[in-house]
């Protein structure tokens, strides 16, 4: 009998509640806090606060799984970042009382794995930083991979409307199991986990697009020639994180591209496989820009893919044709 996964389903739909209501107090309490780190990309004290509280829920619930994480603990044993490891420990402390900064940062290595294993979780802690320090869209995102594939997926957005409607919770919680279709539940609880779909708009002309908000992300005048071909009109949204995924699993938007704004770039897993999935399940496609599956048997990159396209399914044809034109 194959497995359900529903178990995983349940951890990890858990942990990112839980890693967003510490992102949430953050945010409400002193203020972010960005740390730069050697790549120049900025990291938050709830950064490492979610990524502590996910490994500390995954490394109990399932103790020989490896877990993939963007972020190590190395930058806060510093001695001059003392003030920013009492900061983490201290954010922690409050949803897991108790906990000390031994603790706390052995949670966060606990993300430490570099390569490829049969089965491993991939974890981005929050996708979109700088959304999360503009006050706007951002991420946090848990996948699991078993044998290449993702088989569970589980993405809490604390900054999205839960529905199409302008009115109503904020904050999601969006989940997927392959083979199981995807849901999304409001991210405080309450109302009833409902099934997504993407939309299914065939014509091109309408579709709508979404992409990075940071050029630095994706190709902006690619992208527009791209939906030029296309013959759309509609200047694209552009959203921080993994929410974007959310928004074309959800039928919000209908196509997703982020094209590579270097040769030698290579995508991080953690910034795909989550939303990934979702998409999948709710009916869409997502492939790299020459129309491939994404490859997640090579580490902590995607090193045999060219940036990513996610799309409703029906127009997935149409952008990889507008792309290679």
């Known amino acids: ?165 302008t009115v109503g919770p904020v904050g999601a919680v969006f989940l997927a199991v392959r083979g199981a279709g995807a849901t999304v539940l409001p991210l405080d609880g309450g109302d009833e986990e409902r099934s997504i779909q993407t939309s299914d708009r065939t014509d091109p002309s309408r579709a709508r697009l979404c992409e990075s908000v940071e050029s630095g992300h994706s190709a902006h005048n690619e992208s527009a020639v791209v939906a030029a071909r296309l013959g759309v009109t509609e200047p694209p949204v552009r959203l921080d994180s993994q929410a974007k995924y959310a928004t074309v699993a959800s039928g919000v938007a209908d196509v997703y591209l982020r094209l590579p704004t270097r040769a030698d770039y290579q995508e991080k897993i953690w910034d795909h496989a989550a939303g990934a999935l979702i998409v999948t399940e709710a009916g869409g496609t997502v492939t790299d820009i020459d129309g491939n599956a994404l490859d997640f048997t090579l580490g902590s990159t995607l090193a045999n893919n060219r940036g990513v396209v996610a799309t409703n399914g029906p127009l997935h044809d149409r952008v990889l044709a507008a792309l290679r034109g």
């Open 1 to 165: 009998m194959s497995h359900s996964f529903e178990h995983e389903r349940a951890v990890a739909a858990q942990a990112v509640q839980e890693a967003a209501r510490l992102c949430r107090a953050v945010r409400g309490s002193h203020g972010p806090d960005p740390v730069a780190k050697g790549d120049k990309s900025p990291v938050t004290v709830a950064d490492f606060g979610s990524q502590a509280l996910i490994c500390a829920t995954l490394k109990a619930a399932f103790p020989d799984d490896p877990v993939m994480a963007e972020e190590d603990a190395a930058e806060l044993r510093s001695p001059d970042r003392a003030a920013v490891r009492d900061r983490v420990v201290a954010e922690v402390a409050a949803l897991r009382p108790g906990s000390d900064a031994d603790t706390v940062l052995g949670w966060i290595d606990h993300g430490n794995l570099t390569h490829f294993a049969p089965r491993f979780w991939t974890l981005d802690p929050i996708d979109g930083t700088k959304g999360f320090l503009r006050g706007e869209q951002y991420a946090i995102a848990l996948a699991l991979i078993v044998d290449g594939r993702i088989e569970v997926a589980a993405l809490a957005c604390p900054n999205l409307e839960q529905s199409r409607s």
